[in-house]
C-alpha cells in the first residue's frame, strides 16, 4: 500500500528565505507526482506536475524535483513570501490504480513579515 | 472561463436528512472524482468515474452515492446524513489521458452534520 509522507509538518520562515519542503512516497511505480497548494477551508491549487520520466518542473519561483527510484520529491520556493503561506501538498499518482491519486498529509508554511 | 464548481460551499443540516453536493466542471474532462478530508488529515478518495454512466468506489469506504448522467455534473448523496459524515468533501477532475492527467480540484464543500 502506497504511504506518502511529508516532513516537516509545519514550517515558519521570515520573508526572503528560499525553502524547501519534503516528500517521500513508498512504492515508486508511479505514473506522476503532483504538488497542490490548499488555503485553509479551500480546496486545492495545482502548482506543479512531474511526469514519472522527468527529473523536475519549474513554474516562477517554485521547482519541483523528483528522484522515483528513492521515492523522493522536494518542492523548492524561492524568495518566499506572505502570500505563500498555506498548506502544500503532495500526491502521487500510481500506476494500474485508475487516476487515483495518494496524498501526504502537507507541510503548513508560514511566511512571516 | 473552465473552471470547477461546488455548491453548497457549507452545510449544517440534521441527522436523517437526506443531502445532494453538487460538483459541475466546465472542462470537457471525462474523469471526476470525490475526496474526503477530514481536519489535519490527508484526503482519501472516495468515488470516481471514467465517464457518463460509470461510476467506481474508492479507497475510504463511504456512505455516500454518486451519479454521472452528464460529463460535467458529478454529484454526491447522503441519504441520511449522521454527525461522522462532517468533513470537507472535495471533487476534481481531469481528462483522459492516464498517466500524464493532471487533476484539477474545486473549492470544496464543508459538511457538518448535527
Known amino acids: 500500500k502506497q504511504e506518502v509522507t511529508q516532513i516537516p509538518a509545519a514550517l515558519s520562515v521570515p520573508e526572503g528565505e528560499n525553502l524547501v519542503l519534503n516528500c517521500s512516497f513508498t512504492d515508486s511505480a508511479i505514473y506522476n507526482l503532483q504538488w497542490f497548494r490548499q488555503d485553509p477551508g479551500k480546496g486545492l491549487t495545482s502548482l506543479l506536475l512531474i511526469q514519472s520520466s522527468q527529473r523536475e518542473q519549474t513554474s516562477g519561483r517554485l521547482n519541483a524535483s523528483l528522484d522515483k527510484s528513492s521515492g523522493r520529491s522536494t518542492l523548492y520556493i524561492a524568495a518566499s513570501q506572505p502570500g505563500d503561506s498555506a498548506t502544500y501538498l503532495c500526491?502521487?499518482?500510481?500506476?494500474?490504480?485508475?487516476?487515483?491519486?495518494?496524498f501526504g498529509t502537507g507541510t503548513r508554511l508560514q511566511v512571516t513579515l | 472561463e473552465a473552471d470547477i464548481y461546488q455548491t453548497p460551499r457549507y452545510l449544517v443540516i440534521g441527522t436523517g436528512k437526506k443531502i445532494t453536493l453538487e460538483c459541475s466542471q466546465t472542462m470537457g474532462h471525462d474523469k471526476m472524482y470525490w475526496y474526503q478530508q477530514d481536519p489535519g488529515m490527508e484526503l482519501h478518495l472516495i468515488h470516481y468515474s471514467y465517464g457518463v454512466n460509470s461510476t467506481e468506489k474508492g479507497d475510504l469506504s463511504s456512505e455516500s452515492t454518486v451519479s454521472r448522467i452528464r460529463t460535467e455534473h458529478f454529484p454526491l448523496t447522503l441519504e441520511s446524513a449522521r454527525p461522522s459524515h462532517t468533513s470537507q468533501y472535495l471533487c476534481?477532475?481531469?481528462?483522459?489521458?492516464?498517466?500524464?492527467?493532471?487533476?484539477?480540484f474545486g473549492p470544496g464543500t464543508r459538511l457538518t452534520v448535527l
Open positions: 476534481a477532475s481531469s481528462e483522459w489521458r492516464g498517466r500524464d492527467a493532471e487533476q484539477f
Open positions: 500526491a502521487v499518482l500510481e500506476t494500474g490504480t485508475a487516476s487515483k491519486l495518494t
